[in-house]
């Protein structure tokens, strides 16, 4: 098993476009596409195994060394922050990490309020993010629409993805400000680059040469 890479990837979109690239590597994914209710898989040559795991679970698996690389989000990374060495930004999986409300809302921007309310799924960059400005937040954490505390009148204002913006703008809530842009990076378990590092590295000069591929 030392020489086998071991990737973790998120369920979902990002899994489908991680898969995407790998097989331009020339990485048997077959098995990865079709997984059944199997949770752990191999390619055909056995030189590389996947597991897959829910998107916030990513950068766990990665930094115990349960898996040598990991494909996550950005905000997930953020939100973990998990000492890994992110190797490379992939740039699919594009969307912001931003806070929203009330366009009313955007009124009381820059305003110190005691206790502001925020509704989100990411608590640490929350916290981070508001002390920087010298706020100071109750923080709701949510796990599903983020977008109803403060329909319902659970929060002033949210932290969360926005994509499109069109949830939002149906619920009548705005983008207030920008925290950051958030894509899908890879990232590496630092014992793995020590001790696996010529395959690792290897592998992600072929993962941006397929990116560079697709851009051009």
């Known amino acids: 098993m030392q020489d086998v890479i071991t990737i973790a990837l998120a369920k979902g979109r990002l899994a489908e476009k991680a898969i995407a690239v790998l097989e331009k590597c020339g990485i048997d994914c077959s098995?990865?596409?079709?997984?059944g209710r199997r949770l752990v898989l191999r390619d055909?040559?056995?030189?590389?195994?996947?597991i897959l795991v829910k998107p916030s679970d990513v950068p766990t698996y990665v930094d115990s060394g349960v898996a040598d690389?990991?494909?996550?989000?950005?905000?997930?990374?953020m939100e973990e922050n998990r000492p890994?060495?992110?190797?490379?930004?992939?740039?699919?999986?594009?969307?912001?990490?931003c806070i929203a409300g009330f366009?009313?809302?955007?009124?009381?921007?820059?305003?110190?309020?005691?206790?502001?309310?925020?509704?989100?799924?990411?608590?640490?960059i929350a916290r981070s993010f508001y002390a920087a400005r010298g706020e100071t937040i109750d923080i709701i954490k949510l796990n599903g629409s983020v977008e109803l505390g403060p329909i319902v009148g659970l929060?002033?204002?949210?932290?969360?993805?926005?994509?499109?913006?069109?949830?939002?703008?149906?619920?009548?809530?705005?983008?207030?400000?920008?925290?950051?842009?958030?894509?899908?990076?890879?990232?590496?378990?630092?014992?793995s680059l020590k001790t696996k590092g010529n395959?690792?590295?290897?592998?992600?000069a072929q993962v941006r040469a397929a990116l560079e591929e697709e851009q051009a």
């Open 44 to 50: 055909e040559t056995g030189a590389y195994q996947f």
């Open 31 to 35: 098995q990865v596409k079709d997984p």
């Open 84 to 97: 890994l060495y992110e190797m490379l930004d992939l740039g699919f999986g594009r969307c912001r990490l």
């Open 103 to 124: 366009p009313d809302a955007a009124q009381r921007r820059g305003i110190t309020v005691a206790n502001r309310r925020v509704a989100t799924k990411y608590p640490n």
């Open 155 to 191: 929060a002033d204002e949210i932290l969360d993805i926005v994509e499109s913006g069109k949830t939002l703008k149906e619920n009548g809530l705005v983008v207030l400000e920008e925290v950051c842009p958030v894509s899908a990076h890879l990232v590496v378990n630092r014992v």
């Open 69 to 77: 690389i990991g494909i996550a989000g950005k905000d997930t990374l």
């Open 199 to 204: 395959k690792i590295k290897a592998l992600i």
